[in-house]
């Protein structure tokens, strides 16, 4: 659904997908296996995805978007079961076995169940130009970055992140440049783990920059 109100100020878009996947390849770095790669006979992957854009006059803008994700395997055999799981994966298994209804409770990896961003834009004319300024703020849900949701550190939290950039475009120039910052808050977190060291990648902490472009 696409929808346009109050004279284009207003602009509110809806959509929703369905995926069906036979014989998913996944590659993976599995707990007490390492990496491989190995198909899931069914997986299904839905949600639904919002924007939403507000503009009073030509200035200023905002906008914010909303992802819903639900991903699930349907249907696999025992061995698809154990390579997903891994020993750790198994070790929440009842009994400590891995089985394929074992198995189908798994999130899949990097699959949150939402995220959101805000965003809003000011222009500003300025000596026969331009300035824009923008910023944003993203909130998502928690998330395993390993399939087999284990061990412990595998599991990513992803904190509020904020973000921003100031810049200037003459007219007819051709050339912009700006000034950019990234995770403000300095935020610590990681979205890629490792099985077998317990290890994580961390992101990057606040960041600041300088832009320059030209357009031939």
């Known amino acids: 659904m696409k929808s346009r109100l109050a004279d284009d ?15 998913l390849q996944i590659a993976a ?12 006979d069914e997986t299904e992957i839905q949600g ?35 390579s997903l799981l891994g020993a750790f994966g198994a070790a929440n298994c009842p009994g400590g076995v ?3 209804d074992c198995a189908q409770d798994l999130e899949l ?15 500003q004319p300025f000596m026969n130009g331009e300035v824009a300024v923008s910023g944003d703020i993203s909130f998502e849900d928690d998330s395993f970055s ?5 061990p412990f550190n595998a599991l990513s939290r992803i904190p509020t992140l904020v973000n921003a950039r100031i810049g200037y475009s003459p007219d007819d120039a051709g050339w912009t440049a700006g000034l950019w910052a990234r995770n ?33």
């Open 48 to 82: 639904l995805e919002f924007e939403a854009t507000f503009a009073p006059n030509e200035r200023f803008e905002l906008s914010a978007n909303l992802g819903l994700l639900d991903g699930e395997y349907q249907a696999l055999n025992q061995l698809q079961a154990e």
């Open 109 to 123: 990896k990097n699959a949150p169940s939402y995220k959101a961003t805000i965003n809003a834009l000011y222009l």
């Open 184 to 216: 403000m808050l300095d935020k610590e977190y990681f979205r890629a783990a490792t099985a077998t060291a317990f290890a994580v990648y961390a992101a990057e902490p606040a960041t600041y920059g300088v832009d320059i472009g030209y357009r031939f």
């Open 146 to 150: 390993l399939v087999a949701n284990a």
């Open 98 to 100: 891995a089985t394929p």
């Open 9 to 23: 100020r207003i602009r509110f878009n809806a959509t929703y997908f369905n995926n069906n996947y036979d014989d």
């Open 29 to 40: 770095t599995v707990p007490g296996l390492g990496f491989t790669r190995f198909n899931v």
